[in-house]
């Protein structure tokens, strides 16, 4: 089970209701940011931007590929560790809208992670160091550290310590 807190909405869906969950502002503030750091062909400044402007814990030496979508609405909950790389197109989402509650969940990739493109990654979820995420992955659970995993829906391709080797 992921790590996420569930509210209830009585009514409309949340989504329907999302600004009495977040300012329309912050929202309209924070796709401004996330769109012109998925143009930024510079680590360093899309980085900056991150942190600066939404709160994001982004490791030094991270590397966050061109269109890289990360949530509009909660992105202080994402902690990216240092020297990991994030592929192209992937999406990171810290909340989930459904018809009769929405749910918030802090998604933390630990450090040294690869996570290939085209990659969904819900709400509540951690991927532990060293973990390698294959090309287009619903991640949906947590991954152990140095663990190989992929496919939709996720399954452990191989297991391994958080250093990235192999386990005999």
Same mark, same amino acid.
Not at 41 to 67: C, D, I, Q
Not at 128 to 147: E, F, N, S, W
């Given at each position: ?7 209830? &909405?009585?009514?409309?869906? *949340?989504? @329907?209701? $999302? ?5 329309? @502002? ?6 401004? &940011? ?8 510079? #680590?360093? @400044?899309?980085? @900056? %931007? ?19 979508? $990360? ?21 990171? #989402?810290?909340?989930?809208? %459904?018809?009769?509650?929405?749910? #918030? +969940? ?7 992670? %690869? ?8 709400? !509540? &979820? ?12 619903? &991640?949906?659970?947590?991954? *152990?550290? !140095?663990?190989?995993? +992929? +496919?939709?829906?996720?399954? #452990? ?6 250093? !990235?080797?192999?386990?005999?």
């Amino acid at each position: 089970m992921r790590n996420t807190t569930r509210y209830s &909405v009585q009514g409309a869906n *949340p989504l @329907w209701q $999302m600004y009495r969950t977040v300012s329309f @502002w912050k929202v309209m503030k924070n796709f401004l &940011v996330i769109q012109l750091a998925r143009y930024t062909p510079f #680590l360093s @400044w899309k980085n @900056w %931007l991150y942190r600066t402007f939404l709160r994001m814990e982004v490791g030094e030496h991270t590397a966050v590929a061109l269109m890289v979508m $990360m949530d509009t609405m909660f992105p202080e909950l994402i902690k990216i560790g240092r020297n990991c790389v994030i592929g192209y197109n992937t999406t990171i #989402l810290a909340h989930e809208y %459904l018809i009769k509650e929405y749910r #918030l +969940g802090e998604v933390r990739i630990e450090d040294e992670v %690869l996570i290939g493109a085209n990659t969904t990654i819900l709400p !509540g &979820v951690t991927i532990g160091k060293g973990a390698i995420v294959a090309a287009g992955t619903l &991640v949906h659970k947590d991954v *152990p550290p !140095g663990a190989f995993v +992929g +496919g939709n829906p996720m399954q #452990l391709i191989r297991s391994g310590n958080a250093s !990235g080797e192999e386990r005999e």
